[in-house]
């Protein structure tokens, strides 16, 4: 186990690199020259050599990739063309506020959908289950800022029962920081979002758990462990669902891939910020180290998500081998 | 007779299908005593498996068992409720079930499954129940070092033998084995087999054996049960059901035993099994039987035979006239008589 962990590092260390590496070469070849937006063209060489200086872009591009690679080691995105403060600080909260919308749904999604889709199979051929899974499929299929406007249509203009979007009242706190995440307005705030991204999330696990389940049924082990006199419950925890959560196990990183971009969507539609609208912001106001950094960021919880899924599915399956 | 720990009642079951019901079972009846061991064979599809499940209360959603009682010391399981039922699972009647590869759980330890199966019973400290089924692998042979290992680390042979210690781990009076050895090669069969049997003679249950193994009964087995198309058509015990068999079906199945040496040849019984959802009207072996008459058409009789035998046919009184012409591979080839008169009830052409 322990040199299965150590080649799961690896591995993401490999991704990780590649993935920067990827970056920076991909960020360079965007068209135009980055000093443009700060200065304009139409002023004198001199200045905006002495801006490319400054952000060291007139040095050999291979230089430039080994001086960024060093800067991130110490945590450092590079400054903002647009504040010319540095990327991380504007990056920590946004990264503090995408955690707290994001990982609460995809655990109440998985929870709620493992479990669901297990019962769904367990009392299979009801009515109540047949228009679950229309339900489920039909959801599936809507388009995430689709479904986010619907919910703040329904229950922000109709029924004024959540604010329409935002972290916290607006004005509330002139400067974002850790308190407000204690106050009941980030909840009230918080609620119809995570609702929405729940309520996205949860159809995946909660149809893939069904029809799992459906074949788990009929296997021999569940069959053996009802003549071995254990009682329904266990049966259907003990054996029928513990062994359907393979391919959730499986599938969770595609699907954490998947939901980190709907969070993007998400968070736009919500004016919530995250690093997705931030991203978003500084695509809007070419302001490539924000955009990067924000970037970067969301690539690299995919692949810490990714990381701590195959460590699951070790630990839910002992027959992969540890190599 | 000794007192009979199992008792099978005039059992009825049925499949809901898409065409109907399937009469999967129909007038079983078997007692089985203390200690005995008594084989059901028959061909595939003839309802054993069916029974055995029916037997553990562990039947597909479809099956509904229509009429008949299932005594278990007495006490008939399926007026008794589910709980009752329940109860007696696995601490009265264990199973050996047909495929021993995909029976045990692939992600969990074979300490868990056999202790799972003693807690579902009894309230067992931790030390207690690991120095059982350290003494329940011991039992069955296998190294008792590797309690904790996972069913993938495990040969087939070895599986199955961790199954019979599943099985006899809160000492059942009644076990019942459906194929045991199928998945297995002939010299790991045997080994199985000849523990299983020392087994039953050392702690002293009863097993149900099923099989389609004509042979592997009549070696290991007291008492012979033959079933064709959900009925039992000739049970008895073994030296009787083989050397006076009562039923045509019996003589087939014993035609078709190869046996080594004795340079005969083995004669399978041509046709196939009747269908159950639209059996023919009387003998359901009719359409098949070299020996069938007009009055098969009709549903034969159980009649005794001898003290503890019974043959399911209307001509079973005569048998001993028509056996050597049943020895004959041409009386099968020539096959039923009369087969416009007699409904098969089979699905042709499939
Ligand atoms: N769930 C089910 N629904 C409908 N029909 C079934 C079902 N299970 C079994 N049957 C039918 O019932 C009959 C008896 O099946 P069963 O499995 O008991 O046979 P078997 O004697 O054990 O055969 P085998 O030797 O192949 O194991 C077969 O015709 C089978 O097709
Ligand atoms: S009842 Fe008739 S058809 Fe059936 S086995 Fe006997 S002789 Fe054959
Ligand atoms: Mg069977």
């Known amino acids: 186990m322990g040199r299965f962990v150590l080649r799961r590092l690896l591995h993401m260390a490999i991704t990780f690199f590649a993935m920067i590496t990827l970056m920076f070469f991909l960020f360079r070849m965007l068209p135009g020259d980055p000093t443009a937006t700060v200065i304009s063209p139409a002023l004198d060489a001199d200045a905006r050599a002495a801006m490319q200086a400054r952000f060291g872009l007139d040095r050999p591009l291979i230089e430039q990739y080994f001086v960024y690679l060093a800067s991130l080691a110490r945590l450092d995105f590079g400054l903002s063309f647009r504040t010319s403060r540095p990327v991380w600080e504007l990056i920590e909260l946004r990264l503090v506020n995408t955690l707290l919308l994001i990982l609460p749904s995809m655990i109440a999604a998985y929870v709620i959908g493992a479990i669901g889709g297990a019962l769904m199979a367990w009392y299979r051929g009801g009515r109540a289950e047949g228009s679950l899974v229309l339900a489920a499929t039909a959801l599936q299929s809507a388009p995430v800022f689709w479904l986010g406007m ?38 009230h705030h918080l609620a119809l979002p995570f609702l929405v991204n729940t309520l996205y999330n949860l159809c995946f696990p909660l149809l893939l758990m069904r029809s799992t389940m459906l074949s788990t049924i009929g296997e021999d082990y569940v069959e053996l462990a009802r003549m071995k006199g254990l009682r329904e419950r266990q049966v259907l925890y003990g054996h029928a669902m513990r ?81 | 007779m000794r007192t009979p720990v199992l008792e099978i009642d005039r059992l009825d079951l049925g499949y809901a299908t898409r065409a109907g019901t ?41 099956a509904t068992i229509e009429t008949g009682a299932i005594r278990f010391m007495g006490t008939d399981l399926v007026t008794a409720g589910p709980e009752v039922w329940r109860r007696a699972r696995w601490s009265g009647i264990a199973m050996i079930a047909q495929s021993a590869l995909n029976a045990l759980n692939p992600v969990k330890r074979v300490s868990a499954q056999i202790a799972e199966a003693i807690r579902a019973h009894e309230d067992w400290p931790r030390d207690k129940l690991r120095a059982r ?45 459906d194929e ?47 079933m064709y198309g959900g009925m039992i058509v000739e049970a008895g015990p073994t030296a009787q059901v083989i050397g006076a068999s009562g039923h045509p079906y019996t003589l087939g199945l014993y035609n078709a035993l190869p046996r080594l040496g ?24 009719a359409g098949r039987c070299p020996f069938a008459q007009p009055r098969c058409t009709t549903a034969p009789p159980l009649n005794r035979l001898g003290a503890d035998h019974v043959a399911r046919c209307h001509r079973s009184d005569e048998m001993a006239v028509l056996r050597p012409d049943a020895r004959l591979a041409e009386t099968w080839e020539r096959g039923a008589p009369v087969p416009d008169t007699i409904d098969t009830g089979s699905i042709e052409g499939i």
């Open chain 2, 22 to 62: 399937a009469a999967a079972l129909r007038d079983v009846s078997l007692s089985v005593a203390a200690g005995e061991s008594v084989g059901i064979v028959g061909e595939s599809g003839c309802g054993k498996s069916t029974l055995l499940k029916a037997v553990m209360g562990v039947m597909p959603p479809n």
């Open chain 2, 262 to 285: 004795a340079g005969v040849e083995p004669i399978s019984i041509p046709g196939r099994p009747p269908d159950l959802v639209a059996p023919p009207p009387g003998c359901r072996f």
């Open chain 2, 133 to 177: 089924i350290v003494e329940l692998f011991e039992m069955v042979g296998v190294d008792p070092a590797r309690i904790d290992d996972f069913p993938h680390q495990f040969s087939g042979g070895m599986r199955q033998r961790v199954l019979i210690a599943m099985a006899l781990a809160l000492r059942p009076p009644v076990l019942l084995a």
């Open chain 1, 243 to 323: 062994n359907s959560l393979l391919p959730l196990a499986t599938t969770l990183p595609m699907i954490l891939g998947w939901s980190v971009a709907g969070s993007v969507v998400i968070e736009t539609v919500f004016s919530w910020p995250g690093l997705g609208l931030l991203m978003i912001e500084g695509i809007t106001r070419s302001d490539y180290p924000v955009v990067q950094g924000a970037f970067l960021l969301i690539a690299v919880l995919t692949i810490l998500g990714t990381f701590v899924a195959d460590l699951l599915y070790g630990l839910l399956d002992p027959r992969i081998v540890y190599r």
């Open chain 2, 180 to 226: 045991p050895t199928t998945a297995l090669d002939v010299i790991v069969q045997n080994q199985i087999f000849r523990r299983l049997d020392a087994l039953r003679k050392e702690l002293g249950f009863a097993m149900l054996l099923v099989t389609h193994d004509l042979g592997l009964v009549i070696e290991n087995c007291e008492r012979i049960v033959v």
């Open chain 1, 150 to 187: 619907l919910a703040i249509l329904v229950f922000s203009i109709w029924l004024d029962w959540f604010p329409t979007g935002h972290i916290v009242t607006p004005g509330r706190f002139p400067e974002p920081s850790w308190r407000m995440y204690l106050t009941l307005d980030f909840l």
